[in-house]
């Protein structure tokens, strides 16, 4: 069975450009969160998804946004990069109490 | 929100040596979570702790919740456990978690 995926891995962005992250939740979890964690600092809560619908969200702007998909697959799109967006980005899925996250995508923004 | 504080940032261990790592939170939570994560990112869960005290293998964990804080304790250390430890709270009935900074331990042969 596998585990929560992520991809890409690891990618190079121009500010002003947008970017597309994917995750593919471990099998059974219908819930899936987004994470933000800049260099030396714990991760940061964007929003979550259940049911294809955005159930909560953190103190991120509108930049931010996300979709999930009838598989419960999601993405996450950042719009008009910022150099402050350079970030391990985390996606961890759920079910009940139970929480597994992926190994994340590293975005650096220059 | 939930502030979350992690204490000590850094620790220097020698391999054998053991460590208590603490975690202080300012309000009721509905779970606590202890997270390894690995020089490539990856977090992994180590103890769900609302409450008590829990052991797997040489790390145990306790949850003191009335006074709000839980300690993480590594015992016989190895260079393995090199890494970022974090606590994170639950902070509502969805699983939303409030992350603390971290302490980044780093075990020496």
């Known amino acids: 069975d596998a585990g929560v995926t992520q991809s890409p891995t690891h990618l190079i962005k121009t500010r002003g450009q947008q970017v597309t992250l994917r995750c593919s939740p471990k099998s059974g979890h219908d819930t899936v969160s987004w994470y933000q964690q800049a260099l030396g600092q714990g991760p940061q809560f964007i929003f979550q998804y259940y049911e294809e619908e955005e159930r909560q969200r953190g103190n991120f702007p509108d930049r931010f946004s996300g979709h999930q998909f009838p598989n419960y697959s999601s993405e996450l799109n950042v719009n008009a990069l910022l150099l402050g967006d350079s970030a391990l980005y985390l996606c961890a899925s759920s079910f009940g109490n139970t929480i597994y996250f992926g190994e994340g995508s590293w975005l650096t923004v220059v | 929100g939930i502030q979350v504080e992690q204490s000590p940032p850094d620790l220097i261990l020698q391999e054998g040596a053991n460590s208590t790592l603490r975690c202080n939170f300012s309000?009721?939570?509905?779970?606590l979570q202890w997270f390894h994560q690995n020089p490539w990112g990856q977090l992994i869960n180590l103890f769900y702790i609302p409450s008590g005290t829990k052991q797997n293998g040489r790390l145990s964990a306790t949850t003191v919740a009335t006074e709000r804080y839980s300690l993480l304790y590594i015992s016989s250390s190895q260079t393995t456990d090199s890494g970022v430890y974090f606590c994170?709270?639950?902070?509502?009935?969805?699983?939303?978690?409030?992350f603390g900074a971290g302490t980044q331990v780093v075990v020496t042969p």
């Open positions: 309000d009721s939570v509905n779970n």
């Open positions: 994170a709270v639950e902070v509502d009935s969805w699983g939303k978690l409030q």
